[in-house]
């Protein structure tokens, strides 16, 4: 039997097939006797006991600034929590529960409680707890129980879903693929799996195949099967296929400090999209122009209070530093809908993803908005900075953020405090920003088109639905008139035009949008090398016809054969 998924990182595994997350569906609801009670309790206690000193020996083995030392912390506060921890003893005692269920209880109760406060990435911690909420019934679940640790062999993980937290536990040297029965190409976890360059396949139905622990596994995560006890035929040609793939990276390595041109010398500058500070490094070894998205609210999904002004500006200085000359394009925190703090405490919304977020949410709380301007502004004097905001729709909010940030320079005047020149730019998301553009742009100095949630807005189609991934890609007829109609209005008024969106980071869209005229490619870092050597492969000229001929298809399907099925990137097609 062969599965099929959504492919959201690329590659080709194999592997003992383990289920991160066995416990049964079903629990058992009978009444515990009275005289089984304190045993179950304290067989709780323990288990959460030895869930500490896991977590505790994972820190032990990270840096304390890195992004997974702060998510597993966040677990380990939590099972740290005694009233937690009561509740659910009371909820034994009361109901005479047995301790698996008390624990989905109470957890799923916490869950709801931060789900119900529209704060995104307490809805992302939500789904955090309800993880933490398995791996604890697992282990109460006894012979159930997986011991991460101990896994020592190649090992495709099968999983309802991962959350960063648990990503973050993960043996990765062993763990040579995901497969998850949720999740979106765009999803939290698919960003960490691309980057730590696990190939990855989502939105399967694993279950259907009834897969046992340990059972041999292939994953073809090209073209998104999964094979549970592959024929040795299947095995010989995915081998194959992942030496090609291989020999492919090892070619692309030869990329790492050229720039990105086309093979008639058409040069188009690459940035590098990232969430954390400790990705800087890679920029310099890529030779690329800089960071062309910051997203800084990746760096406070943790924080248990609003960010400091100084703590910002100290994580902003220190990038300026280590890019040397290069520029740093900082995004604002574009929270709200599927991303949160947990240090907020929003009221409820009907419908996030069409309420306050982005930057309707920032200017209605000036708490976070002005510490993180007045921090960009200092850190600006050392180098190279843009900033953009996100979610901007129209010209009555671009006034009263130039208001801000005039407010934000007299208050740092005032304090002697020195700061620097700033690139000021919006991120393009909705109809509207496209159709409200031409008022803006004398206001700005550069755009940046953020396709994923474009697409979202424009299709009316939740991109994190793994449902309707496939019925409305970005790659459509309508995205890429939004992106031909932004281009002609940008440079009109000889505004510079930005893609950070997954399609810049898509080796055989790259020349595609660059033939559109595109300014900049702004690029996930495990593409980079390779959006490179595609580039080098294509003309000028040849990358111009590839977008007037995709131009003029109408239908997603006609579409996606032109760009991927028809090599329009290794000849040149100058007589289209």
Same mark, same amino acid.
């Given at each position: 039997?062969?599965?099929?998924?959504?492919?959201?990182?690329?590659?080709?595994?194999?592997?003992?097939?383990?289920?991160?997350?066995?416990?049964?569906?079903?629990?058992?609801?009978?009444?515990?006797?009275?005289?089984?009670?304190?045993?179950?309790?304290?067989?709780?206690?323990?288990?959460?006991?030895?869930? #500490?000193?896991?977590?505790?020996?994972?820190?032990?083995?990270?840096?304390?600034?890195?992004?997974?030392?702060?998510?597993?912390?966040?677990?380990?506060?939590?099972?740290?929590?005694?009233?937690?921890?009561?509740? +659910?003893?009371?909820?034994?005692?009361?109901?005479?529960?047995?301790?698996?269920?008390?624990?989905?209880? @109470?957890?799923?109760?916490?869950?709801?409680?931060?789900?119900?406060? /529209?704060?995104?990435?307490?809805?992302?911690?939500?789904?955090?707890?309800?993880?933490?909420?398995?791996?604890?019934?697992?282990?109460?679940?006894?012979?159930?129980?997986?011991?991460?640790?101990?896994?020592?062999?190649?090992?495709?993980?099968?999983?309802?879903?991962?959350?960063?937290?648990?990503?973050?536990?993960? !043996?990765? %040297?062993?763990?040579?693929?995901?497969?998850?029965?949720?999740?979106?190409?765009?999803?939290?976890?698919?960003?960490?799996?691309?980057?730590?360059? +696990?190939?990855?396949?989502?939105?399967?139905?694993?279950?259907?195949?009834?897969?046992?622990?340990?059972?041999?596994?292939?994953?073809?995560?090209?073209?998104?099967?999964?094979?549970?006890?592959? %024929?040795?035929?299947?095995?010989?040609?995915?081998?194959?296929?992942?030496?090609?793939? &291989?020999?492919?990276?090892?070619?692309?390595?030869?990329?790492?400090?050229? #720039?990105?041109?086309?093979?008639?010398?058409?040069?188009?500058?690459?940035?590098?999209?990232?969430?954390?500070? /400790?990705?800087?490094?890679?920029?310099?070894?890529?030779?690329?122009?800089?960071?062309?998205?910051?997203?800084?609210?990746?760096?406070?999904?943790?924080?248990?209070?609003?960010?400091?002004?100084?703590?910002?500006?100290?994580?902003?200085?220190? @990038?300026?530093?280590?890019?040397?000359?290069?520029?740093?394009? +900082?995004?604002?925190?574009? @929270?709200?809908?599927?991303?949160?703090?947990?240090?907020?405490?929003?009221?409820?919304?009907?419908?996030?993803?069409?309420?306050? %977020?982005?930057?309707?949410?920032?200017?209605?709380?000036?708490?976070?908005?002005?510490?993180?301007?007045?921090?960009?502004?200092?850190?600006?004097?050392?180098?190279?900075?843009?900033?953009?905001?996100?979610?901007?729709? &129209?010209?009555?909010?671009?006034?009263?953020?130039?208001?801000?940030?005039?407010?934000?320079?007299?208050?740092?005047?005032?304090?002697?405090?020195?700061?620097?020149?700033?690139?000021?730019?919006?991120?393009?998301?909705?109809?509207?920003?496209?159709?409200?553009?031409?008022?803006?742009? !004398?206001?700005?100095?550069?755009?940046?088109?953020?396709?994923?949630?474009?697409?979202?807005?424009?299709?009316?189609?939740?991109?994190? /639905?793994?449902?309707?991934?496939?019925?409305? !890609?970005?790659?459509?007829?309508?995205?890429?008139?939004?992106? %031909?109609?932004?281009?002609?209005?940008?440079?009109?008024?000889?505004?510079?035009?930005?893609?950070?969106?997954?399609?810049?980071?898509?080796?055989?869209?790259?020349?595609?949008?660059?033939?559109?005229? +595109?300014?900049?490619?702004?690029?996930?870092?495990?593409? @980079?090398?390779?959006?490179?050597?595609?580039?080098?492969?294509?003309?000028?000229?040849?990358?111009?016809?590839?977008?007037?001929?995709?131009?003029?298809?109408?239908?997603?399907?006609?579409?996606?054969?032109?760009?991927?099925?028809?090599? !329009?990137?290794?000849?040149? #097609?100058?007589?289209?």
């Amino acid at each position: 039997m062969t599965l099929s998924g959504i492919v959201v990182s690329p590659g080709i595994a194999f592997g003992e097939a383990l289920h991160l997350h066995l416990h049964p569906e079903r629990h058992d609801y009978h009444l515990l006797p009275r005289d089984k009670i304190e045993q179950e309790k304290a067989s709780l206690i323990n288990i959460i006991n030895n869930k #500490k000193n896991q977590l505790i020996q994972h820190l032990n083995r990270l840096s304390s600034q890195s992004q997974n030392y702060k998510l597993i912390e966040a677990d380990l506060l939590l099972l740290d929590d005694n009233e937690l921890v009561q509740s +659910i003893c009371d909820e034994i005692d009361r109901f005479q529960l047995c301790a698996a269920v008390a624990v989905e209880r @109470i957890f799923a109760y916490q869950a709801a409680e931060m789900n119900a406060l /529209n704060d995104h990435y307490l809805a992302n911690r939500s789904q955090d707890i309800l993880s933490l909420a398995r791996r604890l019934i697992d282990r109460i679940n006894g012979a159930h129980g997986i011991e991460l640790n101990k896994v020592n062999r190649p090992t495709i993980l099968l999983a309802r879903d991962i959350s960063p937290a648990e990503f973050s536990m993960l !043996p990765l %040297r062993y763990i040579t693929a995901l497969v998850l029965k949720t999740g979106g190409i765009t999803s939290h976890t698919a960003i960490l799996a691309r980057n730590a360059g +696990i190939p990855a396949l989502f939105d399967c139905a694993f279950e259907q195949a009834n897969i046992a622990n340990e059972q041999a596994l292939a994953l073809d995560a090209l073209t998104g099967k999964l094979y549970p006890s592959p %024929r040795t035929a299947t095995i010989n040609r995915l081998k194959q296929l992942k030496k090609d793939n &291989q020999k492919q990276k090892q070619h692309f390595l030869t990329f790492k400090h050229k #720039k990105a041109q086309t093979k008639d010398g058409y040069q188009v500058p690459l940035f590098i999209n990232m969430s954390s500070i /400790n990705e800087t490094p890679h920029i310099n070894e890529m030779s690329v122009e800089g960071i062309g998205l910051f997203r800084t609210e990746f760096m406070l999904l943790n924080s248990k209070s609003a960010p400091n002004e100084d703590k910002q500006y100290r994580i902003y200085s220190d @990038i300026v530093h280590l890019l040397n000359g290069k520029t740093l394009t +900082i995004r604002t925190l574009d @929270i709200g809908a599927e991303k949160s703090l947990p240090f907020l405490n929003n009221v409820p919304e009907e419908n996030p993803a069409l309420g306050l %977020r982005g930057i309707r949410y920032t200017l209605t709380h000036s708490n976070l908005l002005y510490p993180q301007i007045r921090a960009v502004l200092r850190a600006a004097q050392y180098g190279p900075v843009r900033l953009m905001f996100p979610m901007i729709n &129209q010209i009555e909010e671009l006034n009263k953020l130039f208001n801000i940030i005039k407010k934000c320079k007299q208050q740092l005047k005032q304090t002697n405090t020195q700061f620097g020149p700033l690139s000021i730019g919006i991120v393009v998301e909705t109809p509207a920003a496209v159709m409200n553009l031409a008022s803006m742009l !004398p206001k700005i100095n550069f755009i940046s088109i953020g396709t994923n949630d474009l697409t979202q807005y424009a299709m009316a189609a939740d991109r994190s /639905n793994p449902q309707l991934t496939k019925d409305y !890609p970005s790659l459509s007829p309508a995205i890429l008139h939004f992106i %031909r109609l932004i281009l002609s209005t940008a440079h009109a008024q000889h505004i510079p035009v930005s893609l950070c969106g997954e399609l810049a980071s898509d080796p055989h869209i790259a020349p595609l949008l660059i033939g559109m005229g +595109i300014d900049e490619l702004s690029v996930n870092l495990p593409a @980079i090398l390779e959006v490179k050597s595609t580039v080098s492969k294509i003309s000028y000229s040849a990358c111009q016809a590839l977008a007037h001929k995709a131009l003029s298809m109408n239908t997603i399907k006609a579409l996606h054969h032109c760009v991927y099925h028809q090599d !329009p990137l290794y000849e040149d #097609k100058t007589r289209l």
